[in-house]
């Protein structure tokens, strides 16, 4: 058997050292180009282009709006309280904010507070329309939403004529009047619902293309069938102009057509 050296232990040590550092270096690297990888990726993966920015609108799109509208939106609420029927125009943040607080026990207060934050009302009005309803298995729908022109000075009705608009794009006729028709409905008739007086309303939200409409026309049908209506005129075209209301009841037979 041959022995070996001291030199020859210590030079065979050495390299088989030196070896093995290689190979921890090249084993510890990998992992770190690994992570430094998944890095880059979650940066510019896709979920930091969700829609956090730009979140679903609350409400109900109106399909359907005349010329003069640039968009309509709506929201539906309850209450506990039992309450008269009610239209209300809100032509200002801190109007709707007093009209909130005055409704305290609505079911859904969070997503009517953020559909009323989400209204500019610069270019937009809210109109909540709400009545009585024996269950709450009722909502009000609306129905329909126009624009009217109003009566000329010598009487003869203007309702046929075509509507016309400036260069800046705005309403040549100041009479004209925005129209909605509503409805309390039941929600599902083979629904069982306890009997409970309920408050049931719906909040409209119209954005015109140019500034606002001063006054407003409303007729709410309830579920027995009675109609009121109300004409809501602002006393100029600011948004912190208060409102005159002219309302009367009547019976669903005594309703009158909008085309009238």
């Known amino acids: 058997m041959t022995r070996l050296s001291r030199r020859t232990m210590l030079c065979t040590t050495t390299t088989v050292v030196g070896l093995s550092a290689g190979c921890l270096a090249d084993d510890t690297s990998q992992p770190a180009d690994d992570d430094g990888d998944d890095a880059t990726d979650d940066d510019n993966s896709s979920p930091t282009d969700n829609t956090e920015n730009n979140p679903d609108p609350v409400g109900d799109a109106i399909e359907d709006v005349p ?28 109007r709707a904010a007093e009209w909130l607080d005055e409704r305290g026990s609505l079911r859904n207060a969070d997503a009517v507070a953020t559909f009323i934050d989400a209204t500019d009302f610069e270019m937009s009005i809210l109109v909540s329309l709400s009545d009585e309803a024996p269950t709450p298995c009722y909502e009000v729908v609306l129905e329909a939403i126009t624009i009217e022109a109003g009566e000329s000075g010598d009487g003869d009705s203007s309702a046929s ?59 709410l049908v309830g579920h027995d069938g009675s ?33 009238s």
């Open 67 to 94: 010329d003069g509208l640039a968009d309509g939106r709506t929201l539906t609420y309850q209450s506990s309280t039992s309450g008269e029927p009610d239209i209300t125009v809100l032509r200002d943040a801190d």
């Open 161 to 219: 004529k075509p509507k016309t608009s400036d260069s800046d794009g705005r309403n040549a006729d100041e009479d004209e009047t925005l129209v909605l028709e509503a409805a309390v409905h039941e929600t599902a008739e083979d629904q069982v619902c306890a009997q409970t007086i309920t408050t049931v309303g719906r909040l409209v939200r119209v954005t015109f293309e140019s500034e606002p409409l001063t006054t407003v026309s409303a007729t």
């Open 227 to 259: 109609t009121y209506g109300a004409t809501m005129g602002s006393d100029s075209g600011s948004a912190s102009a208060s409102s005159t209301v002219e309302s009367e009841w009547g019976s669903g037979s005594d309703r009158q057509s909008s085309d």
